[in-house]
DNA sequence: ACACTCCTTCACTGATCTGTATACCTTGGC
DNA sequence: GCCAAGGTATACAGATCAGTGAAGGAGTGT
């Protein structure tokens, strides 16, 4: 997808991600999105079209760097049985450079039309990884992998919104994952 | 809180809700607000001072609505241990008439700025869920209440997050939390 | 020589944003 | 009678919003 981008239009995704995830996306304005990427408006336009179309391309390029992250954990598993919650692991690496929750989450927050590209790319996102949950468990030999993978997903989504709080719940949730997958194996 | 309002400033509040939640904070003008709720927008700014000061009360509000409805469901509890799992059912009720997930966390997701008056409510809500998650657990005498409550928080976080996805994790959560419950007592 | 892509410059539209100024009306309490 | 409080009406400031129009420069391939 980013091959596709020129070298302006690179830029300016870069810069898009930077400021929609560190500031809002209502809040920021193409205007800001163009002055820091070092662009005109008008190179942004003649690029993306819209505002709307530029948050979309954002969500993607950043949903296709975590997927890769998280599949990267997953490879770096010997154990079938450590691979179902490597996704925990990705995790932890990547809240400590994102500190402001789920990009995804609070794109849904700010755009409850339910016509918005971003929505799409979003849904998109959540499905992949519950179905690489319940593929990893079903590798693993889990029972019951759909259940699992779907009370895995709630984990993942609910140590991800509790981020930007003080309240230090990552490590708990990488702990209950884990008895929950050692207990899914134990009864099969 | 809301008995110091005004007539005129319950109306506001009232539309504030209801347009913040559905349609975003950034998003909704305050002039949208004033017109809704069947008022000057000098008298909004002459009864809140600020967009920023009635965000705060707007959350204030809701979470006031929010935690009886919770405390409702735990006094409806006759066994402690189903006390514990309460709030879930809460949540379950309060998901009905509001699908586009926890109005705080999207607030926090569209206010990325620390020092707004919204943040301290959006904090105190959850760390009072919190520990009551834990003085629930200690009276039903659940093994190790802090961990459980940080765990059943997690939970609750998580199937908030995932609800206006098309992913159906609610029931899911649930039973989760009543396994994890029991599995606490079972151990004590 | 020609065309095409990429990008720039810059002015501009029309709407919308938060917040303020001024002046007036009405109601209840003392 | 008087005054304060709550509210109305209207107009406005100054900034910012998404998005467009028109023209041209620079590089590349043919």
């Not at 163009?34 to 505002?51: D, I, P, Q, W």
């Amino acid at each position: 997808m980013q091959e596709s981008l020129t070298p302006a239009g690179r830029r300016i995704v870069a810069a898009a991600e930077e400021l929609f995830y560190t500031r809002g996306i209502t809040a920021v304005g193409v205007d800001l999105v163009a002055e820091r990427s070092g662009v005109t408006k008008r190179t942004l336009y003649n690029r993306f079209g819209s505002k709307d179309r530029l948050v979309a391309v954002y969500l993607t390029q950043r949903d296709e760097r975590w997927r890769a992250l998280v599949l990267a954990a997953v490879d770096r598993c010997d154990e079938p049985l450590d691979a179902v919650t490597a996704p925990f692991d990705a995790l932890t690496t990547w809240s400590e450079t994102n500190e402001r929750g789920c990009a995804f989450v609070n794109a849904l927050a700010e755009l409850p039309d339910p016509e918005h590209p971003a929505r799409a790319v979003v849904v998109d996102q959540k499905r992949w990884l519950r179905d690489l949950f319940a593929e990893l468990a079903t590798t693993a030999g889990c029972a019951e992998p759909g259940v699992l993978a779907d009370r895995l997903l709630v984990l993942h989504e609910g140590a991800l919104a509790t981020q930007p709080l003080p309240l230090e719940t990552l490590a708990v949730t990488c702990e209950l994952a884990r008895e929950l997958v050692r207990a899914a194996t134990r009864h099969s």
